[in-house]
C-alpha cells in the first residue's frame, strides 16, 4: 500500500516514488488508495490524533484500508504474511496508526516524513511490526525533532523498539539516497535482536527536506 500525503493524491504519491514501476520488476501487487476530502476539497487521512482530520470528519480510514487488504487477498495470491504500508507525511502518520491498531493484519511499515502518536500508550500493537523511519534533518512540515503534537523520528523510532522488545541498537553506517546531496549522507540505525526478527529503523538524512529527491 503506498498512502499519499496531506493534500496529495494517490497518483501523485505513485508519480513522486515510482511504485508502479516497479510491480513487473520486484513482483509484489500495488495497492494507491485515496484519502477523504476535507471541506477545503484536500484529501487526507484519518491518522494520528495530529494529522491529518482538522476538520473532525472523523472517516475510518483503518476500516477503509483493511477492507481493501480484503480485496486485494480475494482477488489476488497475497501472502497474509508480507502486507505493508509506506506513506509519505499524513501517509506516514496512517501507516503508524494503522501498526499500532492491527498488527495482526500489517507487516512493516515506512514512513516517510510522518510520525507515530505523541502518547507512547496511543500505540499498543498486538505484535511486533516492522518499522522503517526515514527522515530529513531540514524538514521544516514535520520537524526531524517533532514538537508538542508529534514526536521526533528518533523519539518514534524508539518507540517501536520498545514496542517491538528489540534488544540492541546498532550504527549501519551511512548510504545515499537523495540525489540532491552530494555526499553519502543517510545514516542508518538499526534496532535488532526483535521479537519474531522484526526490526525497528531510522535513516536520517542529512540536510533531506520535506520531499527527498531520491535516487533512481
Same mark, same amino acid.
Request: net charge negative; charged share 20%.
Given at each position: 500500500?503506498?498512502?499519499?500525503?496531506?493534500?496529495?493524491?494517490?497518483?501523485?504519491?505513485?508519480?513522486?516514488? @515510482? $511504485?508502479?514501476?516497479?510491480?513487473?520488476?520486484?513482483? $509484489?501487487?500495488?495497492?494507491?488508495?485515496?484519502?477523504?476530502?476535507?471541506?477545503? @476539497?484536500?484529501?487526507?487521512?484519518?491518522?494520528?490524533?495530529? !494529522?491529518? +482530520?482538522?476538520?473532525? =470528519? &472523523?472517516?475510518?480510514?483503518?476500516?477503509?484500508?483493511?477492507?481493501?487488504? *480484503?480485496?486485494?487477498?480475494?482477488?489476488?495470491?497475497? &501472502?497474509?504474511?508480507?502486507?505493508?504500508?509506506?506513506?509519505?507525511?499524513?501517509?506516514?502518520?496512517?501507516?503508524?496508526?494503522?501498526?499500532?491498531?492491527?498488527?495482526?493484519?500489517?507487516?512493516?511499515?515506512?514512513?516517510?516524513?510522518?510520525?507515530?502518536?505523541?502518547?507512547?500508550?496511543?500505540? =499498543?500493537?498486538?505484535?511486533?511490526?516492522?518499522?522503517? =523511519?526515514? %527522515?530529513?534533518?531540514? +524538514?521544516?512540515?514535520?520537524?526531524?525533532?517533532? *514538537?508538542?503534537?508529534?514526536?521526533?523520528?528518533?523519539?518514534?523510532?524508539?518507540?517501536?523498539?520498545? &514496542? &517491538?522488545?528489540?534488544?540492541?541498537?546498532?550504527?549501519?553506517?551511512?548510504?545515499?539516497?537523495?540525489?540532491?546531496?552530494?555526499?553519502?549522507?543517510?545514516?542508518?540505525?538499526?534496532?535488532?535482536?526483535?521479537?519474531?526478527?522484526?526490526?525497528?529503523?531510522?535513516?536520517?538524512?542529512? !540536510? @533531506?527536506? %520535506?520531499?527527498?529527491?531520491?535516487?533512481?
Amino acid at each position: 500500500f503506498l498512502l499519499h500525503g496531506f493534500t496529495a493524491t494517490g497518483a501523485i504519491q505513485n508519480s513522486y516514488l @515510482g $511504485f508502479s514501476r516497479k510491480v513487473d520488476s520486484r513482483g $509484489f501487487i500495488l495497492v494507491v488508495p485515496d484519502g477523504t476530502a476535507n471541506p477545503q @476539497g484536500a484529501q487526507f487521512w484519518n491518522g494520528t490524533d495530529y !494529522c491529518c +482530520d482538522f476538520y473532525g =470528519q &472523523n472517516p475510518d480510514d483503518a476500516g477503509y484500508l483493511l477492507s481493501l487488504i *480484503d480485496e486485494a487477498k480475494s482477488r489476488f495470491n497475497v &501472502n497474509a504474511g508480507k502486507v505493508y504500508m509506506t506513506g509519505q507525511s499524513n501517509g506516514g502518520f496512517m501507516s503508524h496508526r494503522l501498526a499500532c491498531d492491527h498488527a495482526d493484519v500489517i507487516t512493516g511499515i515506512m514512513s516517510l516524513a510522518g510520525a507515530t502518536f505523541k502518547d507512547p500508550e496511543r500505540c =499498543q500493537n498486538s505484535e511486533p511490526v516492522a518499522m522503517l =523511519q526515514v %527522515h530529513g534533518t531540514e +524538514d521544516e512540515t514535520i520537524r526531524y525533532n517533532g *514538537d508538542a503534537r508529534y514526536p521526533s523520528a528518533e523519539e518514534t523510532t524508539a518507540q517501536w523498539r520498545a &514496542n &517491538n522488545a528489540c534488544g540492541s541498537v546498532k550504527e549501519m553506517g551511512a548510504i545515499a539516497i537523495e540525489g540532491a546531496i552530494s555526499e553519502t549522507e543517510t545514516d542508518v540505525l538499526s534496532g535488532n535482536s526483535c521479537n519474531n526478527n522484526m526490526t525497528a529503523e531510522l535513516w536520517t538524512i542529512k !540536510c @533531506g527536506s %520535506h520531499i527527498p529527491a531520491f535516487n533512481g
